[in-house]
Nanobody
Framework: QVQLVESGGGLVQLGESLRLSCQVS????????IGWFRQTPGKEREFVAG????????SYADAVKGRFTISRDNTKRMVYLQMNSLKLEDTAVYYC???????????????????WGQGTQVTVSS
């Protein structure tokens, strides 16, 4: 059974940085397509960043390009989201998600992912 546990969220000031972590258990990280999503109250979960199972391709939402970086450590079974120059609109609950299978694209819809963590709150204040 694949389980994901996010951590690293918190309260930060405008312009600061934060690194989110996602611990994966139950399977090698390298066998999954991985995504980070975020959600605010009353809105649908939105894609933030992702990469293919071999890490060869990455994708970022326009809103975070140049500020966020997704990475992973296969040996530690960890996935990271480095968030720099945080803006007020980055405030959300952030989730990591995995899906199996051989796919060449990075899904951006939440319902295309099979496994989810419980989320970690990120709050950016002025």
């Amino acid at each position: 059974q694949v389980q994901l546990v996010e951590s690293g969220g918190g309260l930060v000031q405008l312009g600061e940085s934060l690194r989110l972590s996602c611990q994966v258990s139950g399977g090698p990280v390298s066998t999954y397509t991985i995504g980070w999503f975020r959600q605010t109250p009353g809105k649908e979960r939105e894609f933030v960043a992702g990469f293919t199972r071999n890490g060869g391709r990455t994708s970022y939402a326009d809103a975070v390009k140049g500020r966020f970086t997704i990475s992973r450590d296969n040996t530690k079974r960890m996935v990271y989201l480095q968030m720099n120059s945080l803006k007020l609109e980055d405030t959300a609950v952030y989730y990591c998600a995995l899906r199996g299978g051989l796919i060449v694209t990075i899904p951006i819809l939440a319902n295309e992912y099979e496994y989810w963590g419980q989320g970690t709150q990120v709050t950016v204040s002025s």
